[in-house]
């Protein structure tokens, strides 16, 4: 028996969001060539197999049941529903695709973004494969099965940041198409769940560069490692402001924590987030002070 190899190149789930990503990409950076933007218009159109397969990904990905048994016949479902796609046309997109990528993107750093539910999604792609197979790991499948069940009847639900300076940073996105919008929506904010509201410029900007930098983690890692020095130096001078003890002990806790912090090859989402949080503080410490 075989094992079910995993494709992330093959995986129709992974492309469009990478491609989503590309798209969000170009239009921080103001790129007119829109490059992303035509591909998934011409790949993902409502004709096209490659849209009919990324529906039952989407499916897959987003309903939700309380019974484990309702979750198995849905997959059993939208399992059989994959039959019906034209495969010898669908692999035909599927290569045309690839190759389009490849010729429009560095396919290195293409890839190199992290994927959301990159386990669900993979074991959507293993779920639908094992069905061409005589031979496969049984086991394998059963386990990638287990992952779609459980994430189907998971209650795990994602907070989206509705602040009036968090729309502003996505109202460029909303001449796009319905459904690449509200993706790229939610991996612009898919690394905070913790609401901010009122997002000030240090802020703003921290999320821009998780955005712009998404396939380059060293420059995104070099900008991470620059504010924090800047953001210690901030809190240790409004240490020096406050008299209440009870802050004072909180804010030299929070300076420690970012003086030991050490980031490895990547930036972390905690390492994101404990930024967001600091600037949060700064940013209430001097509306007090600005109240007295």
Request: overall charge positive; aromatic content about 8%; hydrophobic content about 35%.
């Amino acid at each position: 028996m075989k094992k079910v190899k995993h494709s992330k190149f093959k995986n129709t789930g992974i492309l469009f969001e990478l491609l989503v990503r590309q798209i969000t990409l170009e239009v921080l950076n103001g790129d007119a060539t829109e490059k992303a933007k035509h591909i998934v218009r011409e790949f993902f159109s409502p004709k096209t197999e490659l849209n009919k397969e990324h529906r039952l990904y989407e499916l897959l990905l987003k309903e939700k049941y309380k019974s484990e048994s309702r979750a198995e016949k849905f997959i059993d479902t939208i399992n059989e529903a994959h039959t019906r796609i034209n495969q010898s046309k669908l692999q035909r997109e599927k290569y045309n695709l690839i190759k389009k990528i490849n010729e429009s993107f560095d396919m290195d750093d293409f890839l190199s973004s992290p994927i959301t539910n990159y386990k669900v999604l993979a074991s959507i792609y293993k779920v639908f494969e094992a069905k061409n197979m005589v031979d496969y790991d049984v086991k394998d499948i059963f386990n990638s099965k287990i992952t779609l069940i459980e994430n189907i009847t998971s209650n795990q639900t994602v907070i989206v940041e509705k602040s009036d300076d968090a729309q502003k940073l996505v109202e460029s996105y909303k001449k796009q198409d319905k459904d690449l919008r509200l993706l790229t929506y939610k991996i612009l904010v898919e690394t905070f769940n913790k609401k901010y509201s009122n997002l000030d410029e240090s802020q703003k900007e921290l999320l821009k560069q998780f955005i712009n930098n998404i396939t380059n983690t060293t420059k995104f890692k070099e900008y991470v490692e620059k504010e924090i020095p800047s953001i210690v130096k901030e809190l240790k001078v409004l240490h020096k402001s406050i008299n209440d003890k009870v802050t004072k002990i909180k804010l030299a806790e929070t300076v420690s924590v970012l003086n030991k912090t050490k980031i490895g090859k990547t930036v972390s989402d905690n390492h994101v987030s404990s930024l967001m949080i600091s600037y949060e503080l700064i940013k209430e410490l001097k509306g007090r002070l600005n109240d007295k």
